[in-house]
């Protein structure tokens, strides 16, 4: 059997109709047709998980296993699943434990197929990966409560959501790694116990995902290690200064319109920009060096402007703005907001029950203390210097993904990083990003019926085709938890990481729903969202902290 690793949705579709504003109160009728009434697509969601039976349920897992009609202020059944702790040592009464929630998929085609969830950091828990991107119930920011996700993955394939390193959420014991190979060989320990304990071995699993992947290859063991692929979202794999600096500040022109600057500090930041020697990196592509503390600092300096302009600006989505949405993980963006009287989903003694978490243990969304021991934390090398390309090339299934308003970590950044990076004997892409990503329609879709003239509105976006067994793709109108922000379009990637479509210029319709009429391939023309070249010259118009980079996504 094999198995994938990945690591990294939008607002669930089930709330789209319910909550489409009146066009009334200006004095027009919404272009919209009506929708089918949410009942009906609850129905439709969630009557197979209701009616199969379970797939992983014996003598051992029996203590793991999750009242699926028992999750406080979750109103419908869930399905399977189970969660617990579990060691990352041979002893499994050892302190050093992982947290894990497993939802098993009643899709025929997964088999014992398994994809491993994990957020980033580090330090931070994977469940807001299941609560707010891609699990069975999702609950946004500002919404009443949960709904059913249609987008969510485990209608794909099963899928577990990890807490790690020790020190995250609520897995236990200290912690003692220094670097990434520490917390590789930590996870393949935790790994090993799961696998037995859920009788999967053979089957297939993505700074986390790259170091965790390269030491299950270097394992050479298909039992329990089988890596065929791995999926990165808006992901920490370079220098530093080449994913933030060197390319905030064309970024902050290209979405002039969201970030205002006035004319005296958008021309010291182009000023800045160039004697950085940042618009040469960036036009040239390809160099490599250091930057002096000034240059790096530029980031910062931009991303502290913006809250001048606009109190409630959110790194990892650019776009948004005031009022600023409760957030039932306690995490709303940039900015830590827990009104008085409330306080994390997770950490609710009704909830710790119900999903067998260790009561005594404060859950937050990210780690309040540091999850690498000693002074300078995480000593590892940036994963595109080795651990990527290696994964690349024993897997050719790789796809690196990237929303195109997440400023923690932009874009062209990743891009550039890339181009700096060899695989399979060649540097970077040979060729730009213009291919088109395609999003099927689907019976979610805002349109009924696909235009009979041909014309497709449907979500295209820049990506680089498969080259040498890497894909890069961004998607246009996401931040930086693309699950999030795009379902539709994380659920094709993920399609396509399993192998179930050819490639993310297809316009087969999803596997989910074969049946739905789609448009030709033909009229699809190039991809629509900036390109390297566009962002690198930027607008010259109107022009943090590291703690903010803390909800990294990898698969």
Request: with cysteine; hydrophobic share 35%; proline share 6%.
């Amino acid at each position: 059997m094999k198995w994938c690793t990945l690591a990294s949705a939008l607002l669930s579709a089930a709330g789209l109709t319910e909550a489409r504003q009146s066009l009334q109160h200006v004095g027009r009728k919404s272009p919209i047709l009506p929708r089918s009434p949410q009942h009906a697509f609850t129905d439709h969601h969630l009557a197979p998980r209701q009616s199969s039976k379970p797939k992983f349920a014996n003598s051992n897992t029996t203590s793991y296993a999750v009242n699926g009609t028992g999750i406080p202020d979750v109103d419908f059944d869930v399905g399977e699943s189970y969660s617990g702790l579990l060691s990352i040592t041979e002893d499994l009464n050892a302190a050093e434990k992982l947290f894990f929630w497993f939802f098993p998929s009643t899709n025929k085609a997964a088999e014992k197929e398994i994809t491993i969830w994990l957020n980033g950091g580090p330090g931070c828990s994977s469940l807001e990966g299941l609560i707010q991107e891609n699990g069975p119930f999702i609950w946004q920011y500002g919404t009443y409560k949960p709904v059913p996700n249609p987008w969510s993955w485990h209608h794909l394939t099963n899928i577990v959501y990890i807490e790690q390193p020790v020190g995250t959420g609520f897995a236990t014991g200290n912690a003692t790694i220094t670097d990434e190979e520490e917390l590789a060989k930590q996870f393949l320990g935790f790994w090993k116990n799961f696998m037995d304990l859920f009788a999967l071995q053979g089957s297939y699993a993505g700074m986390y995902c790259p170091y965790i992947a390269s030491a299950m290859l270097d394992a050479k063991d298909e039992t329990y290690y089988n890596v065929s692929g791995m999926l990165i979202y808006d992901p920490s794999i370079g220098e530093d200064p080449v994913q933030t600096s060197a390319v905030v500040v064309p970024f902050a022109g290209y979405y002039a319109n969201l970030m205002p600057f006035n004319n005296s500090f958008s021309a010291a930041i182009h000023e800045q920009h160039q004697s950085c020697g940042f618009a040469n990196y960036t036009a040239k592509y390809l160099h490599s060096g250091a930057f002096s503390n000034e240059c790096s600092d530029l980031f910062n300096a931009v991303f502290e402007a913006q809250f001048s302009l606009n109190p409630c600006f959110d790194i990892y989505q650019v776009a948004t703005t005031c009022p600023l949405l409760y957030d039932v993980l306690g995490f709303p963006g940039s900015i830590d907001y827990q009104p008085v009287g409330t306080q994390p989903y997770f950490n609710r003694t009704d909830v710790k029950k119900a999903i067998h978490a260790p009561m005594e243990t404060t859950w937050t969304s990210c780690a309040a203390k540091p999850v690498f021991a000693g002074k300078g934390g995480d000593q590892s090398e940036p994963s595109s210097f080795r651990k990527v390309p290696q994964v690349i090339d024993a897997t050719q299934n790789v796809i690196i993904g990237h929303g195109l308003l997440d400023m923690v970590l932009i874009a062209n950044g990743t891009l550039l990083t890339i181009q700096n990076m060899t695989w399979g004997g060649q540097l970077g892409f040979q060729s730009a990003p213009r291919d088109p990503f395609y999003v099927p329609y689907h019976s979610l879709s805002l349109a009924d019926d696909i235009n009979e003239k041909g014309v497709d509105p449907t979500r295209l976006a820049t990506m680089a085709a498969a080259g040498r067994g890497l894909t890069y793709v961004t998607v246009d109108l996401s931040g930086h938890m693309i699950p999030q922000y795009a379902p539709s379009a994380a659920f094709r990637h993920l399609e396509v990481l399993l192998g179930r479509v050819e490639s993310l210029s297809s316009v087969k319709a999803f596997t989910t729903e074969p049946d739905y009429p789609q448009v030709e391939a033909k009229s699809l023309g190039n991809g629509t969202g900036p390109s390297m070249v566009d962002v690198s010259a930027g607008g010259k118009g109107k022009g943090v902290t590291r703690r903010a980079m803390r909800r990294r996504r990898c698969l």
